[in-house]
């Protein structure tokens, strides 16, 4: 998997592992897990970094080798890469920078562009985000669709991950209001 980086993100990789591989041995603590994903802006939710770190320490040392490290992190950054070019995607149709679509524009892109989904997929994703996205649910209902929410369903993300992404993405995001008007 770590084939498929850039110079540039292998780089990256390796700058960041050095920070907390004081002894300079290809080894860093466990504990600085959370800190090396967050460094990288890669969201994982403390769940999942404590999966990670049975899978990358299971004798349980305290330590994570680079080595085993560097898949995990290719396929993460690889996602994050997927993940902008979605949310990108969908921008496109956002012509008011609020972060959501229509479902009827969600429809027409998800069955005339690129990977062509049936109806019967069509209503299974959005009725997935609709449970999986704290802010699609209660009074916050719009009748829009939020496609950052969406695309963590379509990449089968957890709850955590796609709140982690919907607050990374309206921290980039300018406003409606900032823009001026349409």
Not at 48 to 54: G, L
């Given at each position: 998997?770590?084939?498929?980086?850039?110079e540039e993100e292998l780089a990256k990789i390796q700058e960041?592992?050095?920070?907390?591989d004081k002894k300079n041995d290809k080894v860093m603590p466990?504990?600085?897990?959370?800190?090396?994903?967050?460094a990288l802006h890669c969201n994982v939710s403390m769940e999942?970094?404590?999966?990670?770190?049975?899978v990358l320490d299971p004798d349980g040392t305290g330590?994570?080798?680079y080595d085993s490290l560097l898949p995990l992190l290719a396929r993460r950054m690889r996602t994050a890469e997927k993940i902008d070019d979605l949310i990108a995607a969908f921008q496109v149709f956002d012509k008011q920078k609020r972060g959501t679509i229509s479902p009827e524009e969600l429809?027409?892109?998800?069955?005339h562009f690129g990977e062509v989904m049936d109806t019967a997929e069509i209503d299974e994703y959005l009725a997935e985000a609709d449970n999986k996205?704290?802010?699609?649910?209660?009074?916050?209902?719009?009748?829009q669709i939020n496609y950052v929410a969406?695309?963590?369903v379509m990449l089968d993300l957890s709850e955590d991950e796609i709140l982690a992404m919907q607050m990374s993405n309206s921290q980039r995001a300018p406003s409606a209001k900032e823009e001026g008007p349409a």
């Open positions: 998997m770590a084939e498929f980086l850039s960041a592992f050095s920070v907390f466990a504990a600085d897990l959370a800190t090396l994903f967050q999942e970094t404590k999966e990670y770190v049975q330590s994570v080798p429809r027409h892109i998800l069955s996205c704290a802010e699609m649910k209660g009074e916050t209902k719009t009748g969406f695309v963590g």
